[in-house]
């Protein structure tokens, strides 16, 4: 009971934080080929996918036309919103279709060629039971593929402010607390392997971008939206106070505009074959 009540508490968490403006814009900009290049490699003609964590859709109707014709993609995401934005924004792709479900209680056995999950199992208390579930969901001989961060392994050059620095701790404190695991994207292989999953490959993803290049300043203001949006509701929890929050806020947006020059995000694609 407790572990299901931690279970609940978390992904409540874990759904705010997608459900934010912040995050809505960043969810709605990502592609197939610019988000998951290394699932897009692996996407053939003909096969049947399983997105979970699809949100509004936008990588998800990429795989849906990476696998046509012939193929068919159903996208889950636990918010009702988002799916009802995807069933709007992608309405006229045959070969797609959405729900609204839940990682932990999917009703699918050995029904998909692949079953994929991006920077979602990041937000949950229980990554173990979600990639056992998404093992089932995959038929024999069928590909498990899951994209994640190790956020410890965060890095931006120069180094941030201090109060950045102590806030990003405080940050990542505070989602441990709730069951998140902020290393996944490095457990992902032993969970693949528990789960008795063969052929298991780690493909680095990294985001890496240098002042300079496009997108330079919109990417490396995420952990500034962090401090904006999270940061606030860390305050009313009494996590941190508000002269910590707003200082970092200050302080690494003046950074950005004047110091920053690149920005390191770890992320892996780690993928498995299901043998029985």
């Given amino acids: 009971v407790e572990?299901?009540?931690?279970?609940?508490?978390?992904?409540?968490?874990?759904?705010?934080?997608?459900?934010?403006?912040?995050?809505?814009?960043?969810?709605n900009n990502?592609?197939?080929?610019?988000?998951?290049?290394?699932?897009?490699?692996?996407?053939?003609p003909g096969m049947k996918v399983l997105d979970l964590g699809c949100g509004t859709g936008a990588i998800t109707n990429g795989i849906a036309e990476a696998v046509s014709p012939g193929g068919s993609v159903i996208g889950i995401d636990r918010s009702p919103d988002f799916i009802e934005?995807?069933?709007?924004?992608?309405?006229?792709?045959?070969?797609?279709?959405?729900?609204?479900?839940?990682?932990?209680?999917?009703?699918f056995d050995g029904e998909f060629d692949l079953v994929t999950a991006s920077r979602l199992l990041q937000w949950l208390p229980d990554a173990p039971l979600a990639v056992e579930n998404m093992v089932r969901a995959a038929k024999i001989g069928g590909k498990i593929v899951v994209l994640d961060y190790n956020h410890e392994k965060y890095r931006v050059e120069p180094p941030a402010p201090a109060s950045m620095v102590h806030f990003l701790q405080v940050y990542l404190d505070w989602r441990r607390k709730a069951g998140m695991d902020m290393e996944v994207a490095d457990h992902l292989a032993d969970l693949f392997q528990s789960n008795g999953l063969a052929g298991i490959i780690v493909t680095p993803q990294h985001e890496i971008i240098h002042r300079g290049e496009t997108g330079f300043e919109n990417k490396i203001r995420i952990r500034?939206?962090?401090v904006a949006d999270w940061g606030r509701v860390m305050v009313r929890q009494g996590v941190i106070s508000e002269e910590e929050r707003s200082r970092a806020e200050t302080d690494y947006l003046n950074w950005i505009e004047?110091?920053?020059q690149s920005q390191f995000l770890y992320l892996l694609s780690v993928e498995g074959i299901r043998t029985s």
């Fill in 3 to 27: 572990r299901l009540a931690t279970r609940k508490n978390t992904m409540s968490y874990a759904e705010n934080a997608a459900t934010n403006g912040t995050s809505l814009f960043v969810i």
């Fill in 30 to 44: 990502r592609s197939l080929a610019a988000s998951n290049a290394h699932l897009a490699s692996l996407l053939k």
């Fill in 85 to 107: 934005k995807a069933k709007v924004n992608y309405q006229a792709i045959s070969n797609l279709r959405f729900e609204v479900g839940d990682i932990y209680n999917l009703p």
């Fill in 224 to 226: 500034a939206e962090v």
């Fill in 258 to 260: 004047y110091e920053a």
